[in-house]
């Protein structure tokens, strides 16, 4: 994976003497004592972050933690006080006005917490604004406008007029805007947070499947973990100005590196944050290899050396077949049929990357160990009761 | 306004060179100089008897600096060595004024009358226009026509100047906080000094007549476009403006794309706000010879001919309610009223679905 948008050594300081400031964070002054001896606040404290081509990248952090200043420093909304950032190798930090102008215009597109429509604009003005900035002609711009608004599925309320609309469509208009540049990078300023939950969950999909179809580099700024977990490819995660830990969503889940970022699984809904991959058990006991010698008598034997009543039964490339018990192998052996005749039917499986809250029922009402399969029916592991409730029952865990 | 009720009438004649001499006449010594003797001797006269300096327990018996002569010779040296200037500069108002003048005179009533209606229908509705219809045929019915268009001609010409150099002066204020910071006071200054007050330097470096007229006007009339220009372009929020540099928008096109057509509704109550402050000193400026509605009401005045007063006061009323009414409908837009574009409704909108429907057919 090729680096797309780079940060080095990035600094952001609020007031007069930014050189000053920096000198005593660099001496390891912390952020308040830099404060109350200079009066000068460290937004950013030494950022370096490398974003991969295609990938979306979450910044995570509580507010205050300095990631939107962050994002308003890659395209440089905020001048940064030192370090750089690069665009395909090229600084925008240091870029004359008229370069980062074009950049602006055609490279690194965003998308605000607060919609920022314009008002006196249709919605098929507003989405074509950015196209009117750089000059492009009325037919064409309004084409790509449309192609846009197509996107987001607005195409119906091109002479809306932003107040008609409502939080969610107002979001798609912004969205549509920032997509009718066709733009190498997209910045999302928690571009959900100011949705009711239903329709955030919605648009956090259609973020994720237009991202399927159109690979774009995003920068998405979240304080929200579920809305993190959701979308994001990998996670950054800011304190005070300062990024604490990247990584995929499951490294940070699983070692999160500091108490700061333990913080965050507090009071956050686990059911929607774990998905049946997370807490699926391997257990060698039940699984039965559908080439296995012997057939129906050695499964019977595996199982009863194991103690259990039911097997699940894998090919050699480990995708999973079907679920056989005690009591289906029995009447197999007795009618001499094979093992696959003796897989049960109509018993659940669960996607690997389905939420918990999705799978609660099914493996509540299953009369087994429910097994989880990838998008290539590979068999990963099992999810028992037990095991749901134990996660669901994790929130109190993290709890510092 | 006192004095003037003591004198028989100093201005329905043409200046008579015995109102010169009277006390009560508050201009007629100024160019000589002669003031400070004569006009406001009893202010000084006790001081002159002896003459006293400032001391620790009185320090501010007399002035400490002589701001009074500085400048009354300030101005002095600028009607001697300035007056070609000043007549230059009145120039385009004295051009502007001609045109509306003899656009709105020279034309017969009823045309004007249709005009105007047809401007309220486009602005605002019919209701409007037939508003308009009926107060300006009570204006004529009056016989003030004559009266009622002079001083249309003259706050119309204000008003323009007003724009012309109240709007870009609002805008530069919002980009340079500096300039804001200089033109406040003198925007206070135009707003709170009495009129009276430069009358007399207006007089002296203009002369006296319609153009000094509107000169008075437009310094009265425009802070508050400057003011409103200035307020609606920082009331747009400023994730807008954000929004607009994150998509690469320059400093120009964020003003005219963004700042100016948001801040619309607040310059055109501004615009209100000119015309009316423009009409309310219609009056005042007809003290330096200037006619119309205003010459008509001071006339009452000073005649106690209270029916005279009451006939140009009335007629200045209603152009007062009829501009600000028309003002008003402009600040709305046209999605307000429920059409989504200006060239939608009115005249020119029936005229616009005329030219569709035969497109089509």
Known sequence: MSTKLEVKNLYKVFGDEPKKAIEMAKQGIDKDQIFAETGMTLGVKDVSLQIHTGEIFVIMGLSGSGKSTLVRLLNRLIEPSAGQVLLDGENIAAMSDEALRQVRLKKISMVFQSFALMPH???????????????????????????????????????????????????????????????????????????????????????????????????????????????????????????????????????PANDYVRSFFQGVNVSQVFTAKDICRRKQSTIIRKTLEGGVAAAIAQLQDADRDFGYVVDKEGRFEGVVSLAS???????????????????????????LSEIISVIAQAPCAVPVVDDNQKYLGLITRAQLLQALDREEDTTP | MTTTTET?????????????????????????????????????????????????????????????????????????????????????????????????????????????ALVCWQ?????????????????????????????????????????????????????????????????DAMQTTPAFVYLVPIVMLFGIGRVPGVIVTIIFAMPPLIRLTHL?????????????????????????????PLAVPTIMAGVNQTLMLSLSMVVIASMIAVPGLGLMVLRGIGRLDVGLATVGGLGIVILAILLDRMTQSLGRDARERGTRHWYESGPIGWIYRQFKTQSKT
Not at chain 1, 180 to 197: G, N, R, T
Not at chain 1, 234 to 255: C, F, S, Y
């Open chain 1, 121 to 255: 604009l249709s919605v098929l003005e507003n989405t074509a604004f950015g196209l009117e900035l750089a000059g492009v002609p009325v037919s064409e711009r309004h084409e790509k406008a449309m192609q846009a608004l197509q996107q987001v599925g607005l195409e119906s309320h091109l002479h809306a007029y932003p107040d008609e609309l409502s939080g969610g469509m107002q979001q798609r208009v912004g969205l549509a805007r920032a997509l009718a540049i066709d733009p190498e990078v997209l910045l999302m300023d928690e571009a959900f947070s100011a949705l009711d939950p239903l329709i955030r969950t919605g648009m956090q999909d259609e973020l994720v499947q237009l991202q399927a179809k159109y690979q774009r580099t995003i920068v998405f700024i979240s304080h929200d973990l579920d809305e993190a977990m959701r979308i994001g490819d990998r996670i950054a995660i800011m304190q005070g100005g300062e990024v604490v830990q990247v990584g995929t969503p499951d490294d940070i889940l699983h070692n």
């Open chain 1, 329 to 355: 192998l029995w009447s197999a052996e007795k009618s001499g049929k094979s093992l696959m005749n003796a897989c049960l039917l109509d018993l659940p499986i669960v996607k690997a990357d389905s939420s």
């Open chain 2, 8 to 116: 028989t009438d100093p201005w329905s004649s043409a200046a008579p060179p015995e109102d010169r001499s009277m006390a009560s006449d508050p201009w007629g010594n100024a160019p000589s100089g002669q003031e400070q003797a004569s006009g406001s001797s009893w202010l000084t006269s006790s001081a002159e008897q002896a003459p006293i300096t400032n001391s620790w327990t009185d320090p501010f018996l007399v002035e400490w600096f002589d701001l009074r002569s500085l400048v009354n010779t300030g101005v002095k040296h600028l009607v001697e060595n300035f007056r070609g200037f000043f007549d230059i500069a009145k120039q385009p108002v004295d051009w502007m004024l001609e045109i509306f003048t003899l656009a709105l005179t020279s034309v017969h009533p009823f045309v004007v009358i249709a005009l105007f």
């Open chain 2, 123 to 187: 602005v605002s509705g019919w209701r409007l226009a037939l508003g308009g219809i009926v107060s300006l045929v009570f204006l004529g019915a009056m016989s003030v026509w004559d009266e009622s268009m002079i001083t249309l001609a003259l706050v119309l010409t204000s008003v323009f100047f007003c724009l012309l150099i109240g709007i870009p002066t609002g805008i530069l204020m919002s980009r340079s906080e500096g300039v804001a910071r200089a033109l406040r006071p003198i925007l």
């Open chain 2, 232 to 260: 609606g372009i920082k009331q747009v929020p400023a994730d807008l403006i954000e929004a607009s540099r994150a998509f690469g928008a320059s400093r120009r096109q964020i003003l005219y794309r963004v700042q100016l």
